[in-house]
């Protein structure tokens, strides 16, 4: 029986792929891809002649069969057409039905926007939650957003770039118009852009600016409706630290209900 790896590929930038995701394409027997035409693009810039064959939402089901046929005579990667598989695309399916079958599945890290955007955001990373794509119906999204009006925690999503300022309203109105944003556009591709800053200025931002490519949507969490300043963190740092806290769990603790990145904070305590 072989292996399903699961292979990332770049999500815009062709040298992001990694040696052992390359020397994996080239040694397995099959490669099963979310959309033949744009795998052939990267497969051609590396010269890589495995076979390959489609799995995509339209087809998941019927081609389980014969991805599983060639699993026992070989080793099969998976892959999409950009970043990780199994997130927001249909190789969930075929990894769940592969462990179900005691097949080994063996993920690689490598390539994903929703940590290249929520790194670049300059938003709180240690805790966050990934909601995928946002709903297109714009009650559907209004609702989603007021459950989260309250998680602390920062959210990332992708949207459209023709729902992007119509989104970016709707969280200026739900969330606040100085709820933090940043807007990740065409991430590793030539024309990346970040806007970043209050949900009203993001808003105005792309109400005139027409946006085109990928997007990545980065929201900062509540605080709460306090905005923390210099001299709230300082005092938070030195009731925590007397209480007996170390610097390094004080400022992850103040990070999580002010808003302030944890790298900041602890900055701030060395200075004291």
Known sequence: ??????????????????????????????????????????????????????????????????????????????????GMPGI?????????????????????????????????????ADSFIYLGFLPKKQNARRDLLKSLKSEKRTL??????????????QIQA????????????????????????PAARVHQHFVEENPKGEITLVIGGATNGKVWTRDDVLAALERLTDAGESLSRAAKQIAAESGWKKSDVYALGLEE
């Open 174 to 197: 739900v969330l606040g118009d100085d709820r933090p944003v940043s807007v990740g556009r065409e991430l590793t591709k030539k024309f990346e852009t970040y806007v970043r800053g």
């Open 1 to 82: 029986m072989g292996t399903l790896y699961i292979v990332p590929t770049p999500i815009g930038n062709l040298e992001d792929m990694t040696f052992r995701g390359l020397r994996i394409l080239k040694e397995v027997s099959l490669i099963a891809a979310e959309d033949t035409r744009t795998s052939r693009v990267l497969l051609d810039h590396y010269e890589i002649r495995t076979p390959l064959t489609s799995y995509h939402e339209h087809n998941k089901i019927g081609k389980l069969d014969a991805i599983f046929d060639a699993l026992m005579h070989g080793d099969v990667a998976l892959i999409s057409d950009a």
């Open 88 to 124: 927001s695309d249909p190789g969930y399916e075929l990894i769940r039905e592969a462990i179900a079958r005691d097949i080994e599945v063996v993920p690689l890290p490598g390539a994903n926007a929703v940590i290249t955007a929520l790194v670049g955001s300059g938003l709180p």
């Open 156 to 169: 990332v999503a992708y949207e459209s770039p023709h729902r992007l300022a119509d989104t970016l309203g």
